[in-house]
């Protein structure tokens, strides 16, 4: 990782996470976007101590992926590609669709066949075509990376523009805190989208000198799904 960012990249004109547009690999002409970004960092008292909590419940379609995907759909219209595939068993096929149906780019989200009714419903609403495959989460992935032999594969977990857009988390935080980074960031992890999105975003602090180090951060998982937990306690 060989970028730097530093406070003079940030365009104060813009509203919202495009204010860093001179970070991320897409021109600003090109941004799909509904203005999303710079999403409420509030104080809360936790025991004897005070943290913050930052507000990406508020984001267009619900959660923080819609960083990812204004910046990789914004990618895929430079291109001219007009078709996607997806998989995604909520939020993360939620914001592609969103940002897709933006663009008048047809989106194909591969789901698990028992994802949530509510999912499905914003899945309809954003126009997206939904595919519902039997079995695991795994077996939902591999059918959509099939299909993606013949189109333009929008994963959320594979596609390093998505994470050029989760990093703004970091640039947020950063930026609301006066330009400091926090002590501890503690992070929801599934795929890790947000977590490694993170970690890009204050590296390149550092490296910009922007930072004078990075924050411990702590991924925390739900017990009923912990892969990551097991592979620490249960080693090889």
């Given at each position: ?15 919202g ?6 970070a ?36 267009q ?13 914004s990618h ?22 969103a ?10 989200i591969?789901v698990?066949?028992k ?40 994963s ?12 703004t ?14 002590d501890?960031?503690?992070?929801p992890?599934?795929n ?45």
């Open positions: 990782m060989d970028f730097g960012f530093t406070i003079d990249m940030i365009d104060r004109a813009v509203p996470l495009w204010r860093y547009h001179r991320l690999p897409v021109q600003l002409s090109k941004a799909v976007t509904f203005h999303e970004g710079m999403t409420p960092l509030t104080a809360f008292p936790l025991d004897d101590r005070e943290v913050y909590l930052k507000h990406d419940h508020l984001f379609t619900g959660s923080y992926k819609d960083r990812g995907a204004t910046v990789l759909v895929i219209q430079t291109l001219g590609i007009r078709n996607v595939v997806e998989d995604s068993s909520g939020n993360a096929g939620c914001a592609i669709a940002y897709c149906a933006k663009a008048n780019i047809a989106c194909e591969f698990p066949e994802t949530a009714p509510a999912k499905l419903s914003q899945l309809k609403l954003y126009g997206a075509f939904i595919r519902k495959i039997p079995g695991s989460r795994e077996e939902t992935a591999s059918a959509a990376q099939i299909a993606a032999k013949d189109t333009y594969y929008a959320h977990c594979w596609n390093p523009f998505f994470y050029h857009g989760t990093k988390f970091a640039y947020e935080v950063w930026e609301q805190l006066d330009g400091r980074a926090p501890v960031l503690v992070l992890v599934g890790g989208t947000l977590l490694l999105g993170a970690i890009i975003g204050f590296s390149e602090l550092l490296l910009g000198g922007a930072i004078q180090k990075l924050p411990r951060i702590i991924g925390v998982q739900s017990a009923a799904c912990n892969p990551l937990e097991r592979m620490f306690q249960y080693p090889g």
